[in-house]
């Protein structure tokens, strides 16, 4: 690897966004792979190092560029639920319709994780498909469900689903629902939430 393409990586390791720029200056490679095909876009946002992605977005680095998992810097703030990330990259018009190696979106992620905040921002600034369904034959409803906790976040991830139009009575491969997979975990507040939509 050139030493100018390892200048820009360890900067973005760093999130020193003056050090970025510097390593493109000095010709760094906006889209450099390391041993594992990560770009430093993709690095930065693993990281939710903001400032050296806000660095690398003004400099045309790929949001879409996928890794040896198939992991992209868009895709993996559905991992991480950075609000702040999801935003450093929307200006670089990422591609809702890329998936991941399970053949899902950045919000199925997302809300099998609970994260509430990154869930309302991504229904709100973006037209993601609400009721894509993964390989696994989940929608993020289902995976919320599936393999959320019941606790109160991933109440208020399947609330905000049902709220931007999710298919409430979707059943996953196995062709059961995600009210029935509330009510088998006795997750009592998500059933709540599904009943009422029936």
């Known amino acids: 690897m050139p030493p100018a393409d390892r200048d820009l990586l360890a900067a973005v390791r760093d999130d020193d966004a003056d050090a970025v720029r510097a ?61 702040r990330m999801m935003r450093a990259l929307l200006p670089a018009g990422p591609d809702l ?7 899902g979106s950045c919000l199925i992620p997302a ?5 509430v905040d990154y869930v309302r921002a991504l229904l709100r600034e973006t037209d993601v498909d609400v009721d894509h ?12 469900v599936i393999l959320g906790d019941g606790g109160h976040a991933h109440e208020e991830v399947v609330e905000l689903l049902i ?8 059943p996953d491969g196995e062709g059961v629902t995600a ?6 975990r006795g ?12």
């Open 111 to 115: 809300a099998e994780r609970g994260h």
């Open 133 to 144: 369904v993964n390989r696994l034959g989940w929608t993020a409803l289902l995976e919320a």
């Open 179 to 184: 009210l029935e997979h509330a009510e088998r």
């Open 23 to 83: 390593a493109l200056a000095d010709g760094a490679d906006v889209e450099a792979r390391d041993e594992h095909r990560r770009t430093p876009l993709l690095i930065a946002a693993l990281g939710d190092h903001v400032a050296a992605a806000v660095a690398l977005v003004a400099a045309g680095a790929d949001p879409d560029a996928q890794d040896d998992r198939e992991d992209s810097p868009w895709l993996v703030t559905g991992v991480t639920g950075s609000v």
């Open 187 to 198: 997750f009592a507040g998500i059933a709540g939430l599904l009943r009422a939509v029936r």
């Open 163 to 170: 709220t931007a139009g999710a298919t409430p009575h979707l």
């Open 97 to 103: 319709t890329l998936r991941n190696r399970f053949g």
